[in-house]
């Protein structure tokens, strides 16, 4: 089961609640850890286990948050040794929100956020949030199961990349899995227009020409793969991409592949790799970009040394 089924309308009650848990955790991260360009510094990644922030500097040390899906707890590591964990089971927001601040109060460890979600509508506030309350341990399981097949084939597709390339990371904004290239240009002046969040959030994310890919658990029966690129340039939307079932979508604005069409095909790395390759290829193309200049084979130093 590498690329499990999981229907997103059997389990949107779980994935929402899950967004918001993940809004608070990512929040926090973003208290503690300095600017990175596009807001790399605020989100997580995809762990053996489930999803982590990775470390967080604290004063004169560190700590880590993370989603343990396989034990279904919330972990909190210190740096001085300190641990605390919040069992991961049906809960309103409010009580997580809670729960999870009083843990890190007895590790001293503050949390000024923000106290609301981002790029949501409506933007019920974490301490008033008693409608999300769902938590179906299967489903996330699968969801994570999901999240890995992605991270390992987005990990494989920057590896042919060596201008600027974001990590391949989770935003929880949106709850998608990203991972973006840069041709090393500026970009227009973004518009913003994001629900509940400040259109400067935008405008630093989108600062530089960009072709952005990833996956999330929406756009399809069973979520996503998705391509796009900012500035789209003229005629991005009208170009052929495969594989077959891989669509330019008008509601969302950029090219989706969904997530049961890969599951089914013959060779679902194969069919996302040439997803990801062929959307990139019309961003890059279309735009103009140096493309010599910013790719190479990720087996170069293999194929010196064996020509030794």
Not at 211 to 236: K, L, T, V
Request: charged content about 20%; some cysteine.
């Amino acid at each position: 089961m590498n690329w499990p089924s999981l229907q997103v309308s059997e389990w949107t009650p779980t994935r929402d609640t899950l967004h918001m848990w993940t809004q608070i955790v990512g929040k926090i991260r973003m208290a503690h850890a300095p600017l990175v360009n596009h807001w790399w510094q605020v989100t997580l990644y995809v762990s053996p286990r489930g999803l982590t922030t990775s470390t967080i500097p604290h004063r004169g040390g560190a700590f880590e948050i993370e989603f343990d899906f396989l034990g279904h707890r919330l972990e909190i590591r210190s740096s001085d040794g300190g641990t605390r964990s919040l069992p991961l089971r049906p809960m309103p927001v409010a009580e997580f929100y809670a729960r999870l601040l009083d843990l890190l109060d007895q590790l001293g460890i503050e949390a000024p956020i923000r106290p609301y979600p981002n790029e949501v509508d409506p933007a019920i506030p974490f301490a008033e949030d008693h409608e999300h309350a769902s938590y179906d341990g299967d489903a996330v399981v699968l969801f994570w199961r999901q999240l890995l097949q992605a991270n390992r084939v987005l990990g494989e597709f920057r590896s042919h990349f060596v201008g600027k390339v974001s990590p391949v990371h989770f935003f929880w904004g949106a709850m998608d899995l990203a991972c973006t290239r840069f041709s090393g240009r500026p970009a227009p002046q973004h518009p913003g227009g994001a629900p509940n969040c400040g259109d400067w959030v935008m405008v630093e994310g989108y600062s530089r020409e960009l072709s952005s890919c990833g996956f999330w658990p929406g756009g399809g029966d069973e979520g996503a793969f998705y391509s796009y690129a900012y500035p789209a340039p003229d005629g991005f939307a009208d170009q052929p991409v495969g594989p077959e079932g891989a669509y330019y979508s008008s509601e969302f604005q950029q090219f989706l592949f969904p997530y049961e069409a890969a599951r089914a095909a013959a060779d679902p790395d194969r069919a996302v790799a040439e997803f990801l390759r062929t959307t990139y290829d019309a961003a890059a193309d279309l735009g103009r970009w140096d493309r010599p200049a910013l790719e190479d084979d990720p087996f170069r130093l293999q194929r010196a040394s064996d020509g030794r």
